[in-house]
């Protein structure tokens, strides 16, 4: 089977590359092309039409900013599925840019199979009628998800959540400290995302630990799109590490961590490291979004247990003062440090087992392969 394969950011290139894994092992003569990152680039053994760096265009504001590089990019991607001709285009989140693959592949008379659904729970409910229409296999990771489709007379498939995949298929390094330099001393974990907006926001905040818990060391996730220089630029003379492509490590050493909103929260909540999950931007964008967002969360972890179990600071809300009070929290107070770990054990359970990227993998083949 041909396989073209569409992810647009850096999350979704790792269950990009996770699924061509699964999929070669299913189907021996599987062929790629591929819209995606490093890892999917590795997985498939060739390039990117387009590199997820060149994708990732955060907020309202944002778009709109960057619309003249979205259209080419749509552009591209559908004069290569004209030309390869896939059995299917496979579509990893991103919905602004993917739904309009599908309705262009729908049209082309190709499989669409959709794998993390687009987040129409949160906002504009109604795109799931146009879903029904040039979807023809939706793949969810996030339990509610079923019934939130079953609403809508949509069957879907829950295949279990990739991140369980990543962090169990992972070799964690038992040299961690050492490879890198770091003391002995405990560990904050500072995941400021991995888009230049969320950063610039977001970043100089966290930095501000630095002065509130010097018996502490801060450690910087970096992300693959930036190098050690450009977070640099917020540190100035302070003495922060960074590492890259080793966030799990950092986290599996870490007493706690300051994560921004993203998938970040679930792999921190998955690792069991007790978190403050943080939130900033454009103004304009986040009071759109408000209008708009019918959920009460913006966490993983929160959304998916339908409860608060980890603190969320958004827009005014984050910043130095609270984030310093809220991780004092963790690392002085018993009582709350074992609730958060407590509603972390409820995240399990409702996860469940590893193993999504090879159900999605299989149930792909069998809808391809029935006549």
Avoid at 49 to 69: D, P, R
Avoid at 91 to 100: A, V
Avoid at 194 to 218: C, G, N, T
């Amino acid at each position: 089977m041909k396989y073209y394969i569409i992810a647009g950011e850096t999350s979704g290139d790792l269950h990009g590359a996770n699924l061509i894994k699964a999929l070669k092992k299913e189907d021996p003569d599987a062929e790629f092309k591929i819209v995606g990152g490093d890892r999917m680039q590795e997985a498939a053994g060739q390039s990117a039409l387009i590199h997820t760096s060149q994708m990732a265009f955060m907020g309202f504001i944002e778009v709109i900013k960057n619309i003249g590089a979205i259209r080419k990019n749509l552009k591209s991607v559908k004069k290569d599925v004209l030309d390869y001709q896939p059995d299917t285009v496979i579509l990893i989140d991103f919905p602004g840019f993917n739904l309009k693959i599908a309705s262009f592949a729908k049209h082309l008379q190709i499989k669409t199979c959709y794998y993390i659904s687009p987040k129409i729970w949160a906002w504009n409910q109604g795109r799931v009628h146009k879903i029904k229409k040039i979807v023809d296999h939706m793949f969810c990771i996030l339990p509610f998800e079923v019934d939130f489709y079953k609403r809508f007379g949509m069957k879907v498939d829950y295949v279990g959540n990739p991140l369980l995949d990543a962090i169990s298929h992972y070799s964690f390094n038992p040299d961690f400290r050492n490879d890198n330099r770091l003391t002995d001393a405990p560990i904050i974990a500072l995941l400021p995302g991995s888009r230049k907006m969320e950063i610039e926001q977001i970043l100089p905040d966290m930095i501000e630990l630095y002065y509130a818990f010097p018996k502490h060391q801060l450690i910087i996730a970096g992300a693959p799109n930036f190098d050690q220089l450009y977070y640099k630029n917020y540190l100035g003379n302070l003495e922060i590490p960074i590492v890259f492509n080793q966030t799990y490590d950092l986290l599996r050493n870490a007493e706690a961590a300051v994560v921004t909103s993203g998938t970040a929260t679930l792999e921190t909540g998955i690792l069991k490291v007790p978190q403050v999950v943080v939130y900033k931007a454009n103004p304009v964008s986040v009071w759109i979004a408000r209008k708009l967002v019918k959920v009460k969360f913006i966490s993983l972890v929160n959304l998916i247990n339908n409860y608060l179990s980890v603190i969320e600071l958004i827009q005014q809300d984050c910043n130095p003062g609270q984030i310093r009070d809220e991780i004092g929290k963790i690392l002085t107070e018993k009582e709350h440090r074992d609730n958060i770990l407590e509603n972390y054990d409820v995240l399990a359970d409702k996860l469940g087992a590893p193993g999504a990227s090879e159900k999605t993998a299989r149930l792909i083949f069998q809808y391809l392969t029935v006549v």
